[in-house]
């Protein structure tokens, strides 16, 4: 095929071999397939900011750091300067927690580098080698929707131990390989302890694939894994390889009557002398 605009530099520079074919076209970006290294990987060229339409950037970017005293300035007035920055600061988030979730064995693609605006990663295969198909394209079994989503579940886990949230995990992001889910498209991927919104998104991904293995094993759509999970994130206790149950009770504590009374009779007394108070001073000034 004819060799995309913006892959050209990669190829002179011999970073990829070979344009094989495009896999798809979104609103974000435009992925190929490649030749590098001797074998078949994936490129994904982001589109230009005015070409795309991040969803609620604001809310996703909090809890991003910049040690760039200037560019961060520049970013918060919205200069041409600082919308630039900011545009690159988005694309290298998304790059920096592919490298870091793979790295903490979270099942993503593999990175191999990111040049110009370009990303080479893995390319995911299913066991014939075809390039594999996301959870939106198959009928699953109901056995095949319990264990998939038990694996999701662990890779959600496994990411907020590394300390980032999807934020926007669906049918629509995860590819089925022959091993099970792989997690792909990370632009949104935020903070978990820097962002405000995290136990929101967290819940809502994991809402949002419950609900999708539920049309399979309808059993599932009764699971509240987003907040176990959050709860245990925020007692110190989660771990990669934690149990989940799939509950989630509200704590609560019981109410002591006994003590409960010995505060308002407390304050009742309090306000008696109070009026006592109040009556006697008004008869000295009789």
């Known amino acids: 095929m004819k060799v995309p605009k913006r892959l050209q530099p990669l190829l002179d520079d011999g970073l990829i071999e070979s344009v094989e074919s495009q896999l798809m076209s979104g609103k974000e970006a435009q992925v190929y397939v490649v030749r590098a290294g001797g074998e078949l990987r994936c490129a994904k060229v982001f589109k230009e900011a005015k070409q795309r339409s991040f969803k609620q950037a604001v809310q996703y970017q909090e809890g991003r750091k910049d040690r760039n005293s200037r560019r961060s ?54 066991a014939e080698g075809v390039v594999a198909p996301r959870l939106d394209d198959v009928v699953l079994e109901p056995d095949q929707a319990r264990d998939y989503h038990a694996q999701v579940m662990r890779e959600v886990v496994r990411m907020l131990c590394a300390g980032l949230v999807h934020g926007d995990l669906s049918e629509f992001n995860v590819l089925l390989d022959a091993h099970g889910p792989v997690i792909i498209d990370l632009p949104q991927a935020v903070d978990a302890a820097g962002n405000n919104s995290a136990a929101m998104l967290l819940r809502r991904d994991v809402d949002t694939m419950r609900a999708y293995f539920g049309r399979f094993a309808p059993e599932l759509l009764a699971s509240d894994y987003g907040r176990e999970i959050w709860a245990l994130y925020e007692a110190g206790e989660l771990h990669p390889d934690s149990p989940l149950s799939g509950t989630f009770e509200e704590a609560s504590q019981g109410v002591d009557v006994d003590e ?13 002398e109070r009026l006592a108070a109040l009556v006697e001073r008004d008869a000295g000034d009789a």
């Open 260 to 272: 409960l009374l010995a505060v308002i009779e407390d304050a009742r007394e309090e306000e008696a």
């Open 73 to 126: 300035r520049a970013m918060a007035k919205k200069t041409r300067y600082g919308q630039k920055e900011q545009e690159q600061a988005w694309l290298n988030a998304e790059v920096d927690a592919l490298y870091r979730l793979a790295e903490a064995g979270v099942r993503v693609p593999r990175p191999y580098g990111f040049v110009d605006g370009v990303l080479l990663m893995e390319r995911i295969a299913d």
